[in-house]
């Protein structure tokens, strides 16, 4: 039998993580189309609403039913916006081990909205799910996720060297993908005890499970 993520709503003083639904689509379009994310990410180009509504509605379900990881939407709390993204990816239950990404949308950004939503993730992962290890991977020159993984208590491993693509804009307005380092950080559940003043900072993390 698969082990599959739970359908799961977690809650911390600022933020609602919760599944993605087909409301989010306009939001999760314009959010994937921003500079940052289309330099930092695979996202397709362009990503388009309905690549959007297929990713929510068929892609990231079908990640989960095959126990691979789980999306989820970074929602404030008070307005209910689409603030980002939180995503496990490559999950492996024997090791008890996954890998987290992060977006946010660029409106948001600079509120530490990308490190509450990591820290009460991993807070679930390792309290709720009896997680082992989570690991975070950054291209060499984002400096933003680098700040953020280190933020939540991270330790950096090394570098998989030329193992990520990237891309940069070229003279005419265009895309061209760039080859580039990998910084590979884990965060296992004792490294949260060096962030335990931020999670109490942002209200801790509630989670709700069945979410509908």
């Known amino acids: 039998m698969t082990s ?29 189309n921003d ?10 180009l362009p990503f388009t609403e309905d690549g959007a509504r297929a990713w929510i509605t068929q892609q990231a379900p079908a990640e989960r039913a095959r126990g691979r990881g789980v999306a989820l939407a970074v929602t404030e709390f008070l307005t209910q916006r689409l603030v980002g993204l939180i995503q496990l990816t490559r999950t492996n239950w024997h090791v008890r081990s996954t890998e987290l990404s992060y977006v946010v949308a660029p409106w948001a950004r600079g509120e530490g909205y990308a490190s509450e939503a990591a820290l ?10 009896k997680f082992e290890r989570i690991e975070l991977r950054t291209a060499a020159d984002n400096t933003a996720s680098q700040q953020v993984a280190q933020k939540i208590g991270c330790i950096s491993e090394g570098v998989l060297r030329g193992a990520c693509i990237a891309r940069t804009r ?9 080859r580039t380092d990998y910084i590979v950080w884990s965060l296992l559940p004792e490294d949260l005890e060096g962030a335990g003043e931020q999670l109490a900072d942002t209200g801790g993390f509630t989670s709700y499970s069945d979410w509908n």
């Open 170 to 178: 070229t003279d005419d307005g265009g895309w061209t993908e760039v």
């Open 35 to 44: 500079e940052q994310v289309l330099a930092w990410t695979d996202v397709r």
């Open 4 to 32: 599959t993520f739970p359908s799961i709503s977690i809650s911390t003083e600022r933020l609602v993580l919760r599944p993605l639904d087909e409301d989010d689509v306009p939001a999760l379009a314009e959010m994937m």
């Open 120 to 129: 009460a993730t991993a807070g679930w992962l390792f309290h709720d799910q």
